[in-house]
């Protein structure tokens, strides 16, 4: 697995254009998102363990914004082999470094489920016959009008008890906590080595692309499309994963 260091924000930056998935971002991405998201690892262990409950044999299993496939490479692992397992991205510079690495590294999905990587849009992509669901990250980068639509397809392709895992940023509306929270994720990255000028340049990168809602925002929404069971399971910060089951 590439590690090269994110030093992206480092320099001062003539105009912070805004923040995209390209080249650049993907190079860096698993020390990027290891030192910006409080808990990342404990999500991605959490999905293994939660892929191997939720996964029935013959079935669909989504990792929907796969990135370069860090779920998805753990979860292919724990899935019935009879299920077919699709990892979704529209970052052509993520899905051809998550093609490579599943050429080059065969030998290690012996025996394992089908993996396959599609280069696509989630908002427009078929779902069918699923039993487990992964938008790890991904839907707060949807615009927030589109994200009701892209939820009702994943609860439409899923099975009775199969499960969505939803992990986003959120936002809180007593200032209070939201100012207390977010100066605790600015210190989690001060302390995994950003400097104030990478913090502040990343926040004006991604204030357009990266739009939160509230965890009751995502409750009452998962409840309305009809997920019988919405439980949040973790929180670390401004960071929540929750379990929505069908
Ligand atoms: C992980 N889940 O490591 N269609 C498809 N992909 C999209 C879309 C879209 N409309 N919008 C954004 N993406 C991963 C981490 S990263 C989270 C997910 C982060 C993709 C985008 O290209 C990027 O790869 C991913 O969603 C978000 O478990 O960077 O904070």
């Given at each position: 697995?590439?590690?090269?260091?994110?030093?992206?924000?480092?320099?001062?930056?003539?105009?912070?254009?805004?923040?995209?998935?390209?080249?650049?971002?993907?190079d860096?991405?698993?020390?990027?998102?290891?030192?910006s998201?409080?808990?990342?690892?404990?999500?991605?262990?959490?999905?293994?363990?939660l892929?191997?409950?939720?996964?029935l044999?013959?079935?669909?299993?989504?990792?929907?914004?796969?990135?370069?496939?860090?779920?998805?490479?753990?979860?292919?692992?724990?899935?019935?082999?009879?299920?077919?397992?699709?990892?979704?991205?529209?970052?052509?510079?993520?899905?051809?470094?998550?093609?490579?690495?599943?050429?080059?590294?065969?030998?290690?999905?012996?025996?394992?489920c089908?993996?396959?990587?599609?280069?696509?849009d989630?908002?427009?992509?078929?779902?069918?016959?699923?039993?487990?669901?992964?938008?790890?990250?991904?839907?707060?980068?949807?615009?927030p009008?589109?994200?009701?639509?892209?939820?009702?397809?994943?609860?439409?392709?899923?099975?009775?008890?199969?499960?969505?895992l939803?992990?986003?940023?959120?936002?809180?509306?007593?200032?209070t906590?939201?100012?207390?929270?977010?100066?605790?994720?600015?210190?989690?990255?001060?302390?995994?080595?950003?400097?104030?000028?990478?913090i502040a340049?990343?926040?004006?990168?991604?204030?357009?692309?990266?739009?939160?809602?509230?965890?009751?925002?995502?409750?009452?929404?998962?409840?309305?499309?009809?997920?019988?069971?919405?439980?949040?399971?973790?929180?670390?910060?401004n960071?929540?994963?929750?379990?929505?089951?069908?």
């Amino acid at each position: 697995m590439n590690m090269a260091k994110d030093n992206i924000y480092a320099l001062p930056h003539a105009r912070v254009g805004d923040f995209a998935f390209d080249e650049a971002v993907a190079d860096v991405f698993p020390d990027m998102i290891a030192r910006s998201v409080p808990g990342y690892a404990s999500i991605l262990a959490m999905i293994e363990q939660l892929s191997e409950r939720f996964a029935l044999p013959g079935t669909n299993v989504y990792d929907l914004g796969c990135s370069l496939g860090a779920a998805t490479w753990l979860m292919a692992k724990r899935i019935p082999a009879s299920c077919t397992l699709h990892a979704v991205d529209n970052s052509p510079a993520m899905v051809s470094r998550l093609r490579a690495r599943s050429e080059q590294e065969q030998a290690a999905l012996e025996g394992a489920c089908a993996i396959d990587v599609h280069q696509a849009d989630v908002r427009e992509f078929p779902l069918s016959n699923a039993s487990f669901v992964v938008l790890n990250l991904t839907l707060q980068f949807i615009l927030p009008a589109e994200r009701r639509d892209v939820l009702a397809a994943v609860y439409d392709a899923l099975l009775p008890g199969g499960a969505l895992l939803l992990s986003e940023k959120v936002w809180f509306e007593l200032p209070t906590v939201d100012k207390l929270l977010t100066e605790l994720h600015h210190d989690f990255k001060r302390a995994h080595g950003y400097s104030d000028l990478e913090i502040a340049q990343k926040r004006t990168a991604i204030e357009n692309r990266l739009i939160p809602d509230t965890l009751p925002q995502h409750e009452q929404r998962l409840g309305e499309i009809g997920f019988r069971v919405v439980a949040p399971w973790f929180q670390c910060f401004n960071f929540v994963s929750m379990l929505a089951i069908k």
